[in-house]
């Protein structure tokens, strides 16, 4: 099974900061990979698709990079409204598996 | 609109069996692949099972495989899980999720429904 590391586990940043979170595959995945925003008490929401495509209606201040064994989330100007989990996800191989996930919180 | 409501979901011994039901709306459900992905409480994510459009195709995570069955029925617009011999690790939030397109591998999860709690207890 391909093991999904994303770091990092938690994240505090300031309104206006930006904020980069890293997936790291233990094999090659291309850019089969996803990243996934959840809220307190909501379920996940797509943001990012083949590891750099921008889901619909998701704002443009995400945006993916990487491909390969490396992927990272960069989320540019923080809002209050981003504050959440997210997930990276790989689905190059059954079973797709995902990260642990990085909670992200205001300073 | 894309709607996924799961139901079915509730306290259960372990041992026992339980089947998770997830009706959907707004697109043409015998078009697209199908999944389960289940959330233990304050964990992460975990993809449980995924089902093409057609049911031809069906991959299980080794952690359920033997003990869940995905199943779908077209006419019905519905997905299901069937649970058995559950455990206490089976307990979570059950999500079903439909793929981005037709094609049931290197697709992800475009839509989400907002879950189901299974809670396996004496």
């Known amino acids: 099974d391909i093991q999904m590391t994303q770091s990092p586990a938690s994240l505090s940043a300031s309104l206006g900061e930006t904020v980069t979170i890293e997936c790291r595959a233990s094999?090659?995945?291309?850019?089969?990979l996803a990243w996934y925003q959840q809220k307190p008490g909501n379920s996940p929401q797509l943001l990012i698709y083949?590891?750099?495509n921008l889901a619909d209606g998701v704002p443009s201040r995400f945006s993916g990079s990487g491909s390969g064994t490396q992927c990272s989330l960069k989320i540019n100007s923080l809002q209050s409204e981003d504050v959440a989990n997210y997930f990276c996800q790989q689905y190059n191989n059954y079973p797709n598996t995902f990260g642990a996930g990085t909670k992200l919180e205001l300073k | 609109e894309v709607q996924l409501v799961e139901s079915g979901g509730g306290l259960v011994q372990p041992g026992r069996s339980l089947k998770l039901s997830c009706l959907a709306s707004g697109f043409t459900f015998s078009n697209y692949g199908m999944n389960w992905i289940r959330q233990a409480p304050g964990k992460g994510l975990e993809w449980i099972a995924s089902?093409?459009?057609?049911?031809?195709?069906?991959y299980y995570a080794d952690t359920v495989k033997g003990r869940f069955t995905i199943s779908r029925d077209n006419a019905k617009n519905t997905l299901y899980l069937q649970m058995t011999s559950l455990r206490s690790e089976d307990t979570a939030l059950y999500y079903c999720?439909?793929?981005?397109?037709?094609?049931?591998?290197?697709?992800?999860?475009?839509?989400w429904g907002q879950g189901t709690l299974v809670t396996v207890s004496s």
């Open positions: 089902i093409n459009n057609n049911s031809s195709f069906i």
């Open positions: 083949d590891a750099n």
């Open positions: 999720a439909r793929h981005f397109r037709m094609a049931i591998t290197h697709n992800w999860f475009a839509y």
């Open positions: 094999e090659d995945i291309y850019s089969n």
